[in-house]
């Protein structure tokens, strides 16, 4: 009956996990971003003062799409400048001031040897570029700034540079972009001035425009599992919009904004408003495509005045460590939900293995030692409480036929039994149930950590975020290549199986021998990350198998 529950556990849990996926990604945290502004207290003096300006109810505009507007004819070809980092080259247009390609140097699009670096703008000129400002109906998107650049290279030398944009703007409106780029940072400062030379009083709302096609970076059965699309850090909460939230029209999140774009499962396009340059972000469009827009409040310039909004811009990796490390909450958009206390501490754990060893793979090997020492002693009291259970399955079949007709009277025997030999009948399956958030956490973490992304561990795993193939020169129907390390895995719980006490039921005992085939088929499209921490934690248990049923041979040949 014990195997039977344990068997049941591990199921259920399962069930869990692909319903958790299924159903509540995107939900595990309570955000209070769909609450109307108005509905914010004023009177509270401690709170910051971004909040305390987002709940003075700003005057929002309708999002513009820039696509939508007439197009422009320009008197001159537009300067593409290209700006060259550490870690990144973008391209900036002159047209809109907008960016036309950002691509990351540490980071590949596929995990193809000769693969260029992961692009993060994805759409072209017919879908809009990321980056244009307008200011309400004022201001359009598209503008011909003059830059005065062709290029811009930074290195540690000259690690700080800036590019400036400048137009003249309808109705007597200046505009000036200044873009400030660090050369070891994804971080980039976006200061926007607005200038009345006009001798009229003008109105208008600033509005900086994003622009993202579907994209999660990683290229596996898993993306069904994975969030991507608009995301925002406001209220103090991270909300997660998916596509059918606005499918039927436009979304605007409003509040105390500190961050809020676009995110895949590996990186994230990202607005940073600075005091209160942003207090509405509104999405629009599908999963495929998304147009996004962050809004600031209505503002009036009299004639000679000058008003200046003030954005972060980050554009990268969602890297724990380096997420921390640049503020702004925009750690929190790497959401693991509710085994966020579980999983963090577990990747810093890989990371700190990996500063010694340099292979990801061992890094694992290494946490799953850990992990099972810590539960050593936890599953031998259930291993030793199984095999105790084992013991008294003759005596539990007699009791069942002598009462059979007195279901009440067999069930009262049945506890006698347990309370004379002191066993505890769930003491087989507590221990599962206990590492269950565990091995969750490590699941989030194998699948969301940036780090085994195209990882390489040894021999034909070359990708620890991927599953596990062996190329053998041919295709194998629906797997491509041999899955070796699952089928390892497979036959590792098979062994397992064959050394853990069995039930006396013979119908018990072979669905039991059937679960290593059913995990064998659920493990094939896992990242290999995540089998092997399996397979490797299948072999400990193993060794712990043996050493109990070794003590319990020698407790036997005593007596």
């Not at 590792?492 to 064959?498: A, G, L, N, P, V």
């Amino acid at each position: 009956m014990d195997n039977y529950r344990a068997f049941l556990a591990i199921i259920i849990s399962f069930v869990i996990l692909v319903g958790y996926q299924y159903l509540f990604v995107g939900f595990d945290k309570p955000s209070s971003g769909d609450q109307p502004v108005q509905q914010q207290t004023t009177t509270d003096s401690a709170q910051p003062a971004v909040v305390q300006q987002a709940a003075k109810a700003p005057v929002l505009a309708p999002p513009v799409d820039p696509a939508a507007l007439p197009v422009l004819a320009y008197n001159r070809k537009p300067k593409e400048i290209t700006i060259e980092t550490d870690l990144f080259t973008a391209i900036i247009s002159e047209d809109g001031g907008a960016i036309k390609s950002f691509i990351l140097k540490e980071y590949k699009e596929t995990h193809v040897k000769d693969s260029t670096g992961m692009q993060l703008v994805k759409t072209d000129v017919s879908q809009g570029a990321p980056l244009q400002f307008s200011w309400g109906s004022v201001i359009g998107t598209q503008v011909l700034y003059d830059s005065g650049k062709e290029s811009l290279k930074l290195s540690s030398d000259a690690s700080k540079g800036e590019l400036r944009m400048t137009v003249q703007a309808a109705n007597g409106l200046t505009i000036e972009r200044l873009y400030s780029f660090t050369n070891d940072s994804y971080l980039i400062g976006l200061s926007i001035k607005v200038k009345n030379t006009s001798a009229a009083l003008v109105q208008g709302i600033p509005q900086l425009h994003l622009v993202n096609k579907h994209f999660l970076g990683v290229d596996s059965p898993a993306e069904s599992f994975l969030f991507a699309g608009p995301a925002a850090f406001l209220n103090g909460a991270l909300k997660e919009v998916p596509a059918d939230e606005f499918k039927d029209g436009p979304k605007t999140l409003q509040g105390a904004i500190e961050w809020a774009g676009y995110e895949g499962n590996y990186f994230l396009c990202g607005l940073l408003p600075i005091e209160g340059s942003g207090v509405s972000f509104t999405m629009q469009g599908n999963n495929d495509l998304t147009k996004m827009l962050l809004a600031g409040s209505l503002d009036t310039l009299q004639p000679g005045a000058e008003k200046e909004y003030k954005y972060n811009v980050f554009y990268g990796p969602k890297k724990l460590t380096m997420l921390k490390e640049l503020g702004y909450n925009l750690d929190q958009s790497i959401n693991f939900g509710w085994f966020d206390v579980i999983a963090k501490p577990t990747l810093w754990l890989l990371n700190w293995f990996y500063t010694y060893f340099h292979n990801y793979g061992v890094a694992i090997i290494l946490v799953t030692v850990l992990f099972k020492a810590v539960f050593w002693p936890i599953s031998q009291r259930g291993m030793k409480s199984m095999k105790n259970m084992q013991k008294l399955q003759p005596k539990m079949v007699k009791i069942k036929e002598k009462y059979k007709g007195d279901p009440t009277k067999m069930n009262q025997e049945v506890m006698n039994l347990y309370k004379t030999y002191k066993v505890n009948p769930l003491g087989g399956c507590l221990p599962m149930v206990v590492q269950i958030p565990v091995f969750f956490a490590l699941y989030k973490v194998l699948l969301m950590g940036i780090e085994l992304r195209h990882a390489p561990f040894m021999l034909w795993i070359s990708d620890l975020s991927a599953p596990d193939r062996l190329w053998l020169g041919f295709d194998i129907p629906y797997l491509g290549g041999l899955p070796v390390l699952t089928l390892l895995m497979g036959a590792s719980m098979f062994f397992q199986q064959k050394l853990s006490p069995t039930t006396a039921d013979p119908t018990q005992a072979k669905i039991m021998m059937f679960l290593p085939v059913i995990f064998t088929f659920m493990f094939l499209n896992f990242a290999s990350g995540l089998v092997l921490y399996w397979f490797v934690n299948n072999l400990l248990s193993i060794l712990q198998q043996v050493l109990i049923n070794r003590d319990a041979k020698k407790t036997a040949a005593v007596a």
